[in-house]
């Protein structure tokens, strides 16, 4: 059953990925097969190389996956460039097919996706390899010269690199999303926390030059390292929950605002893609719409759930939130990109909104896009001083406020993405409101 599943995934693959597995596959098979002979026969030799493939075994079967589930660090590549620096291509290329199928077999990865990691990093140890020992000196020890420094970090900065590119070409042709993104995404995060395995592993390679056995002094500031980047990924990752739990605990306060941030997220996505902006830029625009009315928590319910007109008084502190909101996520720098967002999604296009009177491209285009997302939810649904308009009704006032309130283009995306979404329900369409019902102070609270 399990081997049909497999079947069933690797015929799902576009062809273009499956094409580029089969190209890594035999790439690093003849690889392979120019290292066996090179490698050591004797006793100790074999057996130096079945301990630097169980330790890159082990190191894989610990990742730290970063942010959200895109990115890891693992620990692997510091040995497999101490295995380069120390042995040679050769060596650390079949070291590395070994302990990475083991891992990848103890993990029970899908044969296909365990045959791409085997295959992506002993072309990349390879590679890297070749040049390492190109670009060092020639003298026996390791590591004693300028010039094996040099080598040693343009080796470095090319593993990290080709690597990254390997998989990132990968999930481009399976997703078919743009390269960048997917590296600013996935692996951008996670560049600083990879480069210091460069180090780390220069260190295993001179301890392993002064005595082999003593490398086992290297484990505890490996894991150590691997403990406080895990610790980073953890705080972030409970930051991100606990800020959109206390945005949706906000929203809870009254039945009437009950998931209104996921709405207003799930209405932005639809325009962002719309839109056709990159994947990252989508991440940060839905982050914020989570995050947009988080300010609130500053705003007295009496005022938020008033079933009137606010006075002049309760107006201007209301239109505090967008700034207070700000401030909360400014402690935070981890979110601080999506700061402006939530600060100006209440600005209007003409310059007539709050809290500092942008208009037109002064407005971050993410807040342009929140303002309508955040407008449409808010009219059809129902709040304390009206009941909820009707989808016709709502859309007639983006139309109405499009150019004023709202960014015409934006206006625009969002009622395509919504024309797709709910077709059968849009058409035929009813008798459009009268037009004269728009308002310009659309969706204000």
Known sequence: MLCQVEENEMRALPGAVKLYIAILI???????????????????????LGLFALM???????????LAERGEVVMSSAIQ??????????????ATMVGTLAAEIIERRVWYKAAFNAAQFVITVATVGVIYVGLADETPAHLNSLVDLIALLVAGLIYYSLNDSLVIVAVALAERLPFLAIWR?????????????????????LLWQVQPWSVVLAIIPMFVIRSSIGLVRQLRDQTKEALIALADTIDARDSSTYQHSQRVAEYAEMIARQM???????????????????????????????????????????????????????????????????RHHHEH???????????????????????????????????????????ETAIARLKAASGTQF???????????????????????????RLEEASSETGER
């Open 81 to 94: 460039i101490a295995s380069i620096i120390i042995f040679g291509p050769a060596f650390a290329a079949v």
């Open 26 to 48: 035999l790439i690093a098979g003849f690889i392979i097969a120019r290292s066996i002979p090179l490698l050591p026969t004797t006793p100790s030799g074999l057996a130096t």
């Open 276 to 342: 056709g902006l990159p994947y990252d830029e989508v991440e940060l625009i839905i982050t914020s719409a989570r995050l947009h009315d988080l300010g609130k928590i500053g705003m007295d319910n009496v005022m938020l759930y008033k079933p009137g007109p606010l006075s002049s008084e309760e107006r201007m502190n209301f239109q505090r939130h967008p700034s207070i909101g700000e401030s909360l996520v400014g402690y935070f720098p981890a979110f601080g990109a999506g700061r402006d967002l939530v």
């Open 185 to 205: 995404t996935a692996f951008r995060d996670v560049a600083w926390h990879n480069l210091t395995m460069i180090p780390l592993g220069a260190m295993f390679a």
């Open 407 to 433: 960014d015409p283009r934006v206006v625009e995306a969002f009622l395509a993405a919504l024309a797709r979404k709910e077709e059968a329900e849009y058409m035929p369409r009813k008798a459009e409101p």
């Open 349 to 391: 296009f003409n310059g007539r909104g709050y809290p500092n009177g942008k208009k037109g491209e002064e407005i971050p285009l993410g807040a342009r896009i929140l303002a309508v997302a955040d407008a449409y939810d808010a009219m059809t649904s129902d709040r304390p001083y009206r009941s909820a308009m009707s989808k």
């Open 56 to 66: 890159l075994c082990l190191a894989d079967l610990l990742p730290i996956v970063m």
